[in-house]
Nanobody, 121 residues
C-alpha cells in the first residue's frame, strides 16, 4: 500500500528554519509532480510549493524567497526547506504526490497525514 510520510515539523521562533521531509513507500510506483500544501487553524488547505520530475518549481507568493522545494527520486523523498519563518506560516503541512501505482495505473494524487509547524512570535 502506497503511503506518504512527512516529518520535520515542530515549534520554532519567528525567523527560524525548519526542513520538512516526505518519503513515499509501499510497492512499485512512478512519481510525477510532488508538492506541499498547508492548512492553518480554521482555514482551507492551500498550495505552498510544487516540483516536477524535471525539477521545475512553483511557489505561492508568500513562500517565494523563503522556502525551497527539492526532491530525490532515487530516495522517493521530497523536502521543503523553510527559512525566515513567520507566525502566519503556522499550519499542518501536507505532502502530495501524483503517482502511478500497480493498484491505480493512472495518475492519482496521494496525500500524507501531515506534520505540524508552529512558529511563535
Amino acid at each position: 500500500q502506497v503511503q506518504l510520510v512527512e516529518s520535520g515539523g515542530g515549534l520554532v521562533q519567528a525567523g527560524g528554519s525548519l526542513r520538512l521531509s516526505c518519503v513515499a513507500s509501499g510497492g512499485a510506483f512512478t512519481i510525477e509532480d510532488m508538492g506541499w500544501f498547508r492548512q492553518g487553524p480554521g482555514e482551507q488547505r492551500e498550495f505552498v510549493a510544487a516540483i516536477s520530475p524535471s525539477g521545475r518549481t512553483n511557489y505561492t507568493d508568500s513562500a517565494k524567497g523563503r522556502f525551497t522545494i527539492s526532491r530525490d527520486d532515487a530516495k522517493n523523498t521530497l523536502w521543503l526547506q523553510m527559512n525566515y519563518l513567520r507566525p502566519e506560516d503556522t499550519a499542518v503541512y501536507y505532502c502530495n504526490a501524483a503517482m502511478f501505482t500497480a493498484k491505480r495505473p493512472y495518475k492519482y494524487h496521494y496525500w500524507g497525514r501531515g506534520t505540524q509547524v508552529t512558529v511563535s512570535s
